[in-house]
């Protein structure tokens, strides 16, 4: 049987007992494509990836994509729904094979008020939530797309093993995706990822993208917003 002890979010919350509520949570296996939440659902259930991989996006009803987030193995979403009972406000939709914890909206709440661990920490999710939406927010109001291309591909990039200072996106982002993540179009990001290699800032290798030179794009990104202020 699967453990909720095996979840991030309820590691380590000695001051509640999981063995009740775990007979109350439903474990499910998803295929990569699958819709788990669509917009404007009604569900307020909570779910919590075991494994797999999930993107978080709103499509607008012209069609376009609006990427959110993309989460990860240890993740979990749907807790707005959960803690005031409206409906979905984006679609969440399996980007690899995945395994879910299904937690329902009342045993959620009910695990959340009883523990002033989890309520600590559900607490802080969404403080950093918030503080990453006005992030992105800014971004979005003051810089152009070159300078929002910048911050996303660092937000996305880790450390290169044995090659600091740079980082790498890996697997590398299709072009559509990357649009979806800045608000733009695909051939832009197709242009200014070509000026970006010809700067010699970026290169592509066959597993990722490598930001040869960050603290360069981190320099430009806080130009551009102190010319924007």
Known sequence: MQS????????AAADLDLKPFERRCIWKRVEEGQILVDFEDVSSDVYFLASGD????????????VILADMRGGDF???LAAIDGTPRSANVTALTRAEICIVSAGVFREMVLASKVLSERLLRLLASRVRDLNTRLLEHT??????????ELLRLSAPRPHAAP?????????????????????EQITRELGAMKAENLLERT???????DPE??????AQAMREAG
Not at 166 to 186: D, M, N, Y
């Open 4 to 11: 909720l002890a095996t979840i991030p979010f309820f590691k």
């Open 166 to 186: 740079a980082r790498v996106v890996s697997p590398p982002p299709v072009h559509h995706v990357l649009a979806a993540r800045v608000g733009c179009r695909r």
């Open 216 to 221: 360069t794009l981190r320099q430009r990104i």
């Open 77 to 79: 979403f749907g807790e």
């Open 54 to 65: 999930v993107r978080i996006q709103i499509r607008t009803a012209g069609g376009k994509e």
């Open 142 to 151: 003051v810089l152009d797309i070159r300078h929002r291309l910048y911050a």
């Open 206 to 212: 066959r597993g990722a993208l490598v930001l040869l």
